[in-house]
């Protein structure tokens, strides 16, 4: 389950993820502006965490925007509220433009773009673009304890999947030559 960040993405290893939240909370807090729990808590912060845990055929599955190429969402939006960063490639939300239409929210597939609860808003994975520019991982994939949220290349994990998919046919054959 990859999310694009450029030509990094970030992959869900779904057999390694145990549903703990800990990517929740992480990005929930890390968004209010805290580091601590409790003390986001305290203060009364707004804890909206841009990626949700949902549990699916007998998995946790960790769900947030995908950064479509072909974002349904960049293309409902009226007021230009979400647009993809051509630099980066990653949908961006600008909650100044956003007029409230929840249009967004109707097509996403995801079910990854929210409105804020004060003030009724957009709001989605942002990839955590300014600890990413530090070379910084994206919170969620920082919190991850069993390491199930990883950021990756795009061109390096697909020549990983070419080489186990030529490795996986040349078993294959092997074992057809040694039962002939």
């Not at 949220?149 to 070419?162: G, K, M, P, T």
């Amino acid at each position: 389950m990859p999310v694009k960040t450029g030509k990094r993405t970030i992959v869900v290893d779904l057999t390694r993820c145990l549903g703990c939240r800990s990517c929740e909370m992480a990005c929930a807090k890390g968004h209010a502006g805290f580091s601590d729990i409790v003390e986001a808590l305290l203060e009364g912060a707004d804890l909206s965490p841009r990626v949700h845990v949902v549990a699916a055929a007998g998995k946790a599955v960790p769900v947030q925007c995908q950064h479509c190429e072909d974002a349904p969402c960049v293309a409902v939006c009226p007021s230009g509220a979400l647009y993809r960063d051509e630099a980066s490639g990653i949908v961006r939300a600008d909650v100044e433009r956003c007029i409230g239409c929840k249009s967004c929210v109707v097509v996403c597939p995801f079910g990854a773009v929210q409105m804020q609860k004060a003030g009724g808003r957009v709001f989605k994975c942002d990839m955590c673009e300014n600890l990413v520019a530090e070379g910084e991982d994206p919170l969620c994939v920082a919190a991850c304890p069993t390491r199930a949220r990883v950021v990756a290349d795009l061109e390096e994990l697909s020549a990983r999947r070419r080489s186990e998919s030529a490795g996986r046919t040349v078993r294959t054959v092997e074992i057809k030559q040694a039962d002939e």
